[in-house]
């Protein structure tokens, strides 16, 4: 047997005249539930997760932490460490005598505050203009229709299937010839304009794909033309996109390797990477504590920026594969 229930509308006097009855009649099963049959709203209930489930959820989390929490915490505790303590076996989880001597040498046996700073005005650099020229890029393949645009930007793309080091002899080259050797500017040429920016104007794309068109549609009505709609409306809607180009861009940079090993030579010029591997003794050997130092040193910005901007990055790059 149905139950028939009245549930009585709100009064629309377009669709209804004056008198009218608003009532509608909405057949119930018996099997429903008397809050149902009466006609009032039934929220659906949450079940609760046993408290045991979620114990066993995070402990599982922070076993598989471990692997890599463990090496960035030795590499700070043996920072604090004298070297005849780094490999004591069993290792410490914290120094017994802390000492700030590692960090004290990593200043003096090298310029290490200018290379720091070195690393840092390049990597700002560099992502700086990454985000510019791949998010103008990015918005001209998006929406700027013109002959051969697929073609092109396949073209562009396969830049990032070529290894840095196949061009990394015929760049030298060039820059040789220019006089740029043992300067800054084929770290901030090449990096702002290789495989990381070709990534980027990707990415630039994918997102500008996804905006709606009548926000270009609006803004050409109100007298914007091409640049002011790019620079006005397009760019202000892109910033989890541009987040996630301005981390990884950074993060390459700040961890070149190759490219400053082959363009500079002198120290005051050097980058983070290429001065770590110059903490050495007389005798060839690795001074460790001072490595260390200079090594957690050189992961503090990398561990800032991964920490305050990972939700940023992971919705940035979630929303370049929207649409394709």
Same mark, same amino acid.
């Given at each position: 047997?149905?139950?028939?229930?009245? +549930?009585?509308? &709100?009064?629309?006097?377009?669709?209804?005249?004056?008198? #009218?009855?608003?009532?509608?009649?909405?057949?119930?099963?018996?099997?429903?539930?008397?809050?149902?049959?009466?006609?009032?709203?039934?929220?659906?209930?949450?079940?609760?997760?046993?408290?045991?489930?979620?114990?066993?959820?995070?402990?599982?989390?922070?076993?598989? #932490?471990?692997?890599?929490?463990?090496?960035?915490?030795?590499?700070?505790?043996?920072?604090?460490?004298?070297? @005849?303590?780094?490999?004591?076996?069993?290792?410490?989880?914290?120094?017994?005598?802390?000492?700030?001597?590692?960090?004290?040498?990593?200043?003096?046996?090298?310029?290490? !505050?200018?290379?720091?700073?070195?690393?840092?005005?390049?990597?700002?650099?560099?992502?700086?203009?990454?985000?510019?020229? %791949?998010?103008? &890029?990015?918005? !001209?393949?998006?929406?700027?229709?013109?002959?051969?645009?697929?073609?092109?930007?396949?073209?562009?793309?396969?830049?990032?299937?070529?290894?840095?080091?196949?061009?990394?002899?015929? +760049?030298?080259?060039?820059?040789? %010839?220019?006089?740029?050797?043992?300067?800054?500017?084929?770290?901030?040429?090449?990096?702002?304009?290789?495989?990381?920016?070709?990534? &980027?104007?990707?990415?630039?794309?994918?997102?500008?794909?996804?905006?709606?068109? =009548?926000? =270009?549609?609006?803004?050409?009505?109100?007298?914007?033309?091409?640049?002011?709609?790019?620079?006005?409306?397009?760019?202000?809607? @892109?910033?989890? #996109?541009?987040?996630?180009? #301005?981390?990884?861009?950074? +993060?390459?940079?700040?961890?070149?390797?190759?490219?400053?090993?082959?363009?500079? /030579?002198?120290?005051?010029?050097?980058?983070?990477?290429?001065?770590?591997?110059?903490?050495?003794?007389?005798?060839?050997?690795?001074?460790?504590?001072?490595?260390?130092?200079?090594?957690?040193?050189?992961?503090?910005?990398?561990?800032?920026?991964?920490?305050?901007? /990972?939700? /940023?990055?992971?919705?940035? +790059?979630?929303?370049?594969?929207?649409?394709?």
């Amino acid at each position: 047997m149905r139950t028939e229930s009245r +549930l009585r509308t &709100a009064p629309t006097g377009a669709r209804n005249d004056a008198g #009218a009855d608003d009532t509608v009649a909405v057949t119930v099963p018996p099997e429903a539930s008397a809050d149902a049959r009466a006609g009032r709203t039934v929220g659906r209930r949450r079940p609760v997760g046993s408290p045991w489930r979620k114990v066993l959820f995070y402990g599982a989390l922070s076993l598989l #932490a471990v692997p890599f929490v463990f090496p960035t915490w030795w590499m700070f505790t043996s920072s604090l460490k004298p070297i @005849s303590e780094i490999f004591a076996f069993p290792p410490e989880l914290w120094p017994s005598n802390p000492t700030l001597e590692g960090y004290v040498g990593a200043f003096t046996e090298q310029p290490f !505050a200018l290379q720091y700073w070195n690393s840092m005005y390049i990597a700002v650099l560099v992502t700086l203009g990454t985000m510019l020229f %791949s998010s103008m &890029a990015g918005y !001209a393949f998006a929406r700027i229709r013109f002959p051969g645009q697929d073609l092109l930007f396949v073209v562009v793309l396969t830049g990032l299937l070529i290894p840095s080091e196949v061009t990394i002899v015929p +760049l030298f080259q060039l820059f040789n %010839s220019w006089g740029m050797i043992d300067t800054h500017w084929p770290l901030i040429l090449v990096t702002t304009f290789g495989a990381p920016s070709v990534l &980027a104007t990707f990415i630039m794309r994918q997102y500008f794909i996804t905006l709606p068109v =009548e926000l =270009e549609e609006a803004g050409r009505i109100d007298g914007l033309g091409r640049w002011r709609i790019y620079w006005s409306i397009a760019l202000p809607l @892109s910033r989890s #996109a541009l987040a996630a180009v #301005a981390i990884f861009t950074f +993060l390459n940079v700040w961890n070149l390797y190759l490219e400053p090993t082959v363009y500079l /030579q002198t120290p005051e010029l050097f980058t983070l990477p290429q001065a770590l591997t110059r903490y050495t003794d007389a005798y060839g050997g690795e001074m460790w504590n001072i490595q260390l130092a200079a090594a957690t040193l050189t992961a503090l910005p990398v561990l800032i920026v991964f920490v305050f901007a /990972q939700k /940023q990055f992971v919705e940035g +790059l979630a929303q370049t594969g929207l649409k394709g």
